[in-house]
């Protein structure tokens, strides 16, 4: 065990499972010398002051013990924002203390946090005083990946670069990465000036799924030219992509109970056909939809790491085992474009 102390009060009621870097494969990030594992567990949702503390604490540590050692968040992940952070840094100090060295922690910038003009997009002044609002939430001296979280037009992009290269030097964060850059020469120029600064980008964060394919209109092929490793969020689309709705709306699904995200006119007659569909391939695969929806998201060359989002254990342990059967034939994949393009 690494011998490490979290700021603040702390106590140790985990011990995690010595059988937790068995069955999770780490693939490599671009041509650093980080390994993510290939399902990491995101807090966009069910860890916020609305949640209950409980459930998403025994998510983190099922997660962990599993091999998911890549925890995911933002500045404004709740509701509230910051809660998300909070949230996870009382599971740090309560459970995960002397594991910090084996976990890979990060943390974003970029939409709105504060009020006033200093609280929002990509300036120097708020891309360092959010991470540093971020680390005191979660007890942390430092992050493993500190991202952008989306483009910012009116901000110079060497402005917000230089802020990531400032942040690293800081010791602030090991590592940093950008989000939500769809455009290919968007990409390529952050990319470029972090290289040039002396800080290349470790990652790019964005949205990939067999319903929703933007990334691959140009920003994948970046990355491999760039040597910038990926890694997706939405894989399964709002849970549209599992067999959550393949029989109708849940009273209890998001649907039904949040429609923030998902409204029950979102799902409609020809999507559900091709739902449907998709999930005939998966049987055929010998695996549910949304294994074989990670399966698809991690086929893709520079993706080393899909970011799942949970609202219970059982969730966590179906995804992992995505990773047991990642390839595709020919005809599969044809088949899946045929539904998807």
């Known amino acids: 065990m690494a011998l490490y102390q979290l700021k603040g ?6 011990s995690a499972s010595e059988n937790r870097y068995n069955d999770m494969s780490y693939p490599r990030c671009g041509h650093s010398g980080l390994q993510l594992p290939a399902v990491s567990l995101g807090l966009w949702h069910n860890f916020g ?3 209950l503390y409980s459930n998403g604490r025994e998510m983190v540590l ?14 404004n992940y709740g509701p509230p924002p910051g809660s998300a952070e909070s949230t996870f840094g009382k599971i740090l100090r309560d459970d995960l203390i002397h594991y910090r060295d084996e976990l890979i922690v990060s943390t974003k910038a970029g939409y709105d946090m504060w009020p006033g003009p200093y609280g929002n997009f990509g300036s120097r002044k708020y891309l360092i005083a959010s991470l540093d609002q971020s680390l005191a ?11 952008h979280h989306r483009p910012d037009p009116d901000t110079p992009l060497e402005e917000t670069m230089t802020a990531l290269d400032h942040i690293v030097r800081s010791g602030k964060a090991l590592y940093v990465g950008i989000s939500n850059y769809y455009s290919p020469e968007d990409a390529r120029k ?3 000036v972090l290289k040039d600064l002396g800080t290349p980008c470790l ?9 929703d394919r933007r990334a691959e209109e140009g920003v994948l092929d970046v990355h491999e ?3 910038v490793g990926c890694i997706t969020f939405s894989p399964l689309e709002k849970g549209i992509l599992t067999d959550r709705y393949l029989n109708g709306i849940p009273s209890d699904s998001r649907a039904a109970v949040d429609g923030r995200f998902l409204k029950p006119e979102d799902l409609n007659k020809p999507l559900l056909e091709k739902v449907h569909h998709l999930n005939q391939i998966a049987v055929n695969r010998g695996q549910s939809l949304a294994q074989m929806a990670l399966a698809w998201n991690l086929n893709h060359k520079s993706v080393c790491s899909v970011l799942i989002g949970a609202s219970r254990v059982s969730q966590i342990e179906e995804c992992v085992k995505a990773q047991n059967h990642l390839d595709f034939t ?7 474009d045929s539904l998807t393009l």
């Open 62 to 75: 099922r997660a962990f013990d599993l091999g998911i050692t890549h925890f995911d968040l933002a500045n």
């Open 190 to 192: 952050a990319f470029r």
């Open 9 to 14: 009060e702390t106590k140790m009621n985990y």
């Open 49 to 51: 002051e609305t949640a």
């Open 225 to 227: 030219d760039e040597g």
């Open 137 to 147: 939430r979660m007890g942390l001296d430092y992050v493993d990946i500190f991202y």
């Open 330 to 336: 020919e005809e599969e994949l044809k088949a899946i």
């Open 203 to 211: 990652i790019h964060q964005l949205k990939l799924n067999m319903l």
